[in-house]
């Protein structure tokens, strides 16, 4: 018998703001996440350095915890960024 685990996936809106506090809030809660977490980028239009900083980590804690992170809204521009810094691999993107 296979038993298998919940499946959980949670919706978080990232401030434009505050994108690397959001991050980083997530980052605290991630470990007792299970099953995916999907961050709404829509309202986002650019990312800094601490924005990216914040998104590698989580992308590590989210591998260590096996959580996967799915990122929806992105814009052309922040894709290019997230590519460029070879960041994109470590999420999947949904429409």
Same mark, same amino acid.
Request: aromatic share 4%.
């Given at each position: 018998?296979?038993?298998? &685990?919940? &499946? +959980?996936?949670? *919706?978080?809106?990232?401030?434009?703001?505050?994108?690397? %506090?959001? *991050?980083?809030?997530?980052?605290?809660?991630?470990?007792?996440?299970?099953?995916? +977490?999907?961050?709404?980028?829509?309202?986002?239009?650019?990312? %800094?350095?601490?924005?990216?900083? #914040?998104?590698?980590?989580?992308? /590590?804690?989210? %591998?260590? !915890?096996?959580? !996967?992170?799915?990122?929806? /809204?992105?814009?052309?521009?922040?894709?290019?960024?997230?590519?460029?810094?070879?960041? #994109?691999?470590?999420?999947?993107?949904?429409?």
């Amino acid at each position: 018998m296979v038993e298998h &685990m919940p &499946m +959980t996936a949670v *919706l978080l809106k990232v401030d434009p703001e505050r994108v690397a %506090d959001c *991050l980083q809030e997530l980052h605290a809660k991630l470990g007792s996440a299970k099953g995916e +977490t999907v961050l709404d980028f829509s309202s986002v239009q650019r990312v %800094d350095a601490k924005a990216i900083r #914040a998104m590698e980590e989580l992308a /590590g804690l989210a %591998d260590a !915890k096996g959580v !996967k992170i799915g990122l929806c /809204g992105v814009n052309v521009e922040i894709y290019k960024v997230l590519k460029l810094v070879r960041l #994109a691999p470590r999420f999947s993107f949904v429409a």
